[in-house]
């Protein structure tokens, strides 16, 4: 058994390692905004912290338990091993994986390490995971609430498990938002499966007591959720479009980002289903052992039964958001599959301990599991290592000389410079998107709907960072612009004041 398990944690620690040290955490945006806001709540302890140099931002009214675990860190740890903190949040998972898997399978090894391997090997939980993120909190949670309820489901166990249940949907709440949106829908999805009204009033038990953990704080992180659904709701079809080039005063009309997120056509429906496929084969490929065996090891196996539900609910979500246009609003919908993972994992390490045999249509998927991930991890790193090859990376150059400039709004295109400007500069910088107040970014994000002269003598803008042939010329033409500084690729514009 120790055997297993030191395997496992191998070949779930090294892929996240070595991607790690190619990419780093420092990469991410996210890094240099939960930065800034631990940072800023271990100055005086305010709660939630007033991060002014986003002037964008309505207020910091995000789920409040991600960050302040990470300011209750030692600093020497936080400043130490950031880059490291969601893999290990995603080990403290495998662990509740590997020990649910223990105990529903009677203590089969084999099922242990089957299921720990297919969830080690699962492409989105390594590529995300190199990030400061508090998805991996929020999926814990939601595994901890779907384990217990199916512990209050067998006749011996006691109801009052349900408190339980309704204390760990409640920190979802205030933990991560997509991650309450999917909970939301499970409870709603498997009380219709299973015609029980208890997992359908999970839903109000859990914000109610969600209020009352936070003082009445969730009551403005549900303003700030609805804020940025609604936000959405209006710019799915812009989501990572390219902010000039389909801006209607600086682009061409007619013209599609090539990275845009929701393409048309065929184009787009290949992509779509690429992402959903490649980003975690184990979910899909279940199919594969279970329509084989005609589901025989469902029927009369309630654990089984329960768990495919589960898979099956979350992967209809990620599909549903994926694919319907009037739930697009509520993230991209592959993320979802972040949180497929446990329970498709959790199904693959049960099917492995039937008595019968799993067959052979399981052991041929679970090999089309491993090579469909490992294939997508290694075209992700020859992209990352192509990437940084033809990369001339100037920022820090920029971002230094920033620092020791006159102190203005900055402003840039694309817009995740901003971030790590807010972070190591002392300028204001004209970014938000965090907690609340979506509606202000309607003028420059997801796409420029004012005209550029008109944005800076609004915000009195200083500085204007962008990287040569980003910016269509006439956007270029208009900026009012006293002189321009060139750091390799990036092109800094010293604004004229108004």
Known sequence: MLTGVLLTAAIFLLPRILLIQKTGAESSVDHWYWKSYVEALRFDWKFPPALSKYLLDAGQWYPPLYPIFLALLPKRVFEGYTRYIAAFIDLARLALLMAAIWRLSEGSHWAVFAGGLVYSTTFILITYNTQLNSRGFGAILLDLAALLYLGMMSPEESRWIYISVVL????????????????????????IVYGDWMLAALIPFSAAMALLISGGFYWKVARAHWDIVAYWNRNWQWLQAHPLMESPIYGDPGYSSPGKFHQRGL??????????????????????????????????????????????????????????????CLGSGYFYLYNAAFPAALLWGLLAADPKGPGGYYYAGLAMVLMLSAVGY?????????????????????????????KGVFFCYPLQMAEIAAYKTHHSVLWGGHGYGFTKLDPIFPRLLKPIREVASEYDLRYFLTIEGWAPQKFIDDLPAEKVLSFGKYRLYLLCKP
Request: proline residues 5%; glycine residues 4%; aromatic residues 10%.
């Open 267 to 328: 184009a787009g429906i290949y992509k779509h289903l690429s992402y959903l496929i490649m980003y975690a084969p184990g979910v899909w490929l279940l199919a594969l052992p279970l329509a084989a065996a005609g589901c025989r090891q469902l029927h009369g196996n309630p654990d089984l039964a329960y768990i495919a539900v589960w898979v099956g609910v979350t992967a209809s979500f990620a599909v549903i958001t994926t694919f319907v246009p009037v739930m697009k």
């Open 168 to 191: 760990s949907c409640a920190l979802i709440l205030l933990m991560h938002k997509m991650t309450t949106q999917l909970l939301w829908f499970l409870c709603l999805a498997a009380a």
């Open 378 to 406: 290694v075209m992700y790193l020859r992209r990352q290592s192509r990437a940084q090859a033809e990369a001339e990376d100037k920022l820090p150059e920029v971002i230094q000389y920033l620092a020791t400039a006159p």
